[in-house]
């Protein structure tokens, strides 16, 4: 486990993410919904995915699902640039001046679809889904960049497995199964 994210993971409080009633709820380590069918993950989950990344200031990264911004604030603080796609307008806006609010100024932000992507900003050194297509979106496979990670949840609803892709510099992927999950079912292109 990176030391650096380790520690920011025990600093940034998750209550600033939480808007509704399950803000009392913040520290425990578990899903908690934050509105519209949505969640936000299990803290622990969101170090382990961001760990698994292995980021650097130098990545760019594509990160489809912004929810309430928490995995958004991982991102932003250990790479160089984020470019995340929420569908959900509420959510997106308020992901975006709670990020603001916290000094974020590394963070590009879209509405819409993001089961294909955002083009024109690919290829993506990395990419994190927090929302479970049924297949692996194709549209994310051809915009991950040589020596680039992509870390999704693959699978039917109520039951996904966690999938890092590595695309190594001769363009060949590989694929490895890290653990069963649930995540909410990804809308658009790949539902």
Not at 6 to 21: C, G, S, T, W
Not at 133 to 158: C, H, K, S, T
């Amino acid at each position: 486990m990176d030391r650096a994210l380790e520690e920011f993971f025990h600093v940034l409080d998750r209550a600033q993410f939480i808007d509704n009633k399950c803000k009392s709820f913040a520290a425990l380590d578990t899903a908690l919904p934050i509105g519209f069918g949505q969640t936000i993950s299990q803290p622990s989950l969101v170090l382990y995915m961001t760990d698994a990344l292995q980021l650097d200031t130098h990545c760019s990264v594509l990160e489809i699902g912004t929810g309430s911004g928490y995995q958004t604030a991982f991102l932003a603080q250990f790479a160089a640039k984020v470019y995340t796609i929420e569908r959900i307008r509420e959510l997106g806006e308020t992901a975006k001046t709670r990020l603001d609010a916290l000094g974020y100024r590394n963070i590009e932000y879209k509405i819409g679809d993001g089961s294909t992507g955002w083009q024109d900003y690919a290829p993506f050194d990395r990419i994190i889904v927090t929302a479970a297509p049924r297949v692996i979106p194709e549209d994310l496979i051809e915009q991950l960049a040589p020596n680039g990670y992509m870390i999704l949840p693959v699978g039917p609803p109520g039951l996904q497995q966690l999938l890092l892709i590595h695309r190594d510099s001769e363009h060949s992927l590989h694929q490895r199964c890290l653990l069963d999950v649930a995540f909410v079912e990804m809308k658009g292109k790949y539902s």
